[in-house]
């Protein structure tokens, strides 16, 4: 997206706007700000009018920001720089650009892998503790499995192929088919 330097839209790609299904014209003569890219995050509208600003002054920078592409959201890394003339009579900012990068992906994998980082230190905490009964951390394996993934039931249970035998162990929650000692 390139802007004028008061950080009116001048021209903007058909990717940017293909993310809110606009029209050129509906974002173009526009307050970078105030176009359908954030109209419905006043958090993110201040945010990024305020970058825009400094971009104004001769700063460059980089936000991230949410926006509604549709019925989706997707994160962005915005970054702002101005385009400055410098020349022997006058240095200045004649305009801006925006460089957006969906970065929605990589942020869903990075909390992904902070869910499971934080999963197996949970279960290091229950399991590596030599003076928990082996029945306590087996309570605490099914109480934090049954939250982990949004369960009202969990159990332990053995199997025996060879016999064909089927046994629950140790079961959390209340289900008269899932409780110890059912085969």
């Known amino acids: 997206v390139v802007l004028d330097e008061g950080g009116r839209v001048l021209r903007a790609n058909q ?3 293909d993310y809110v299904d606009a029209a050129p014209s509906d974002v173009e003569g526009s307050l970078l700000w105030e176009t359908p890219w ?4 006043d958090a993110a509208t201040e945010r990024v009018r305020e970058t825009v600003e400094a971009a104004a002054t001769g700063d460059t920078s980089r936000l991230e920001v949410e926006i509604a ?4 959201r997707r994160i962005l890394d915005l970054h702002v720089e101005p385009i400055s003339r410098d020349t022997d009579e006058a240095t200045g900012v004649e305009g801006i650009v925006v460089a957006g990068y969906d970065i929605t992906e990589r942020e869903d994998r990075e909390r992904k892998l902070r869910e499971n980082r934080d999963t197996l230190q949970r279960l290091h905490e229950i399991t590596a503790k030599p003076d928990v009964a082996l029945e306590e951390q087996v309570e605490q394996l099914l109480e934090f499995g049954a939250d982990r993934f949004d369960m ?8 025996d192929e060879a016999a064909g035998d ?3 162990i140790d079961a959390r929650g209340d289900h008269e088919l899932i409780q110890a000692g059912n085969e």
Do not use: C
């Not at 954030?38 to 995050?41: E, G, K, L, T, V």
């Not at 009202?152 to 199997?159: E, K, Q, V």
């Open 166 to 168: 089927f046994e629950i």
């Open 38 to 41: 954030w109209m419905d995050d």
């Open 152 to 159: 009202d039931i969990a159990f332990l249970s053995r199997i």
């Open 69 to 72: 592409a549709g019925p989706e």
């Open 15 to 17: 990717p940017a706007i």
